[in-house]
């Protein structure tokens, strides 16, 4: 069981759910190596990319990285409309030890308790998971309103 139990994890959720607020991501890592308890590292106002910079910046683009992600992510179906959507984002780097990939299997359903609402959940590896176009493409094929054929 992960301890994502930390005032600052609530607080940044609502920061982000916030349509007052201009944070619009946040970022969950492992307190050390071998804990399972979640500590709110990061976050920001710079969307999707500067999220995607953030947890790639170890210099080994987040290879060895285990961490949760929180998105909110605005797009337009048409001129008139614009959509708001969160993301809940699982980032595996590829070279994470098979005991902390095992662990956040369980760990997911901890944090889906703190970070409730989001439309999709994106399992990503490396950066190409989160194109911010195929991302979009999903959400709206997951609210049932997409005007341009996917």
């Known amino acids: 069981m992960a301890d994502c139990s930390a005032p600052e994890i609530a607080a940044a959720y609502e920061d982000v759910r916030s349509d007052k607020s201009t944070t619009n991501w946040l ?11 979640l500590v709110l590292t990061s976050t920001g106002d710079g969307g999707l990319d500067e999220f995607k910079s953030k947890i790639t910046e170890d ?32 980032w595996i780097g590829e070279s994470v030890k098979i005991m902390r990939k095992a662990r956040m299997g369980v760990h997911t359903a901890n944090v ?15 950066e190409d998971d989160l194109r911010e176009k195929d991302i979009v493409v999903r959400l709206r094929k997951a609210g049932g309103a997409s005007y341009d054929g996917v």
């Open 27 to 37: 970022l969950l890592d492992y307190e050390f190596e071998k804990s399972d308890t």
């Open 59 to 90: 210099g080994n683009k987040g290879k060895g990285r285990a961490s949760f992600g929180y998105v909110r992510v605005t797009y337009k179906n048409d001129e008139q409309s614009e959509r708001v959507k969160f993301i809940l984002i699982i």
């Open 112 to 126: 889906k308790d703190v970070l409730r609402s989001f439309s999709i959940e994106i399992p990503a590896h490396n």
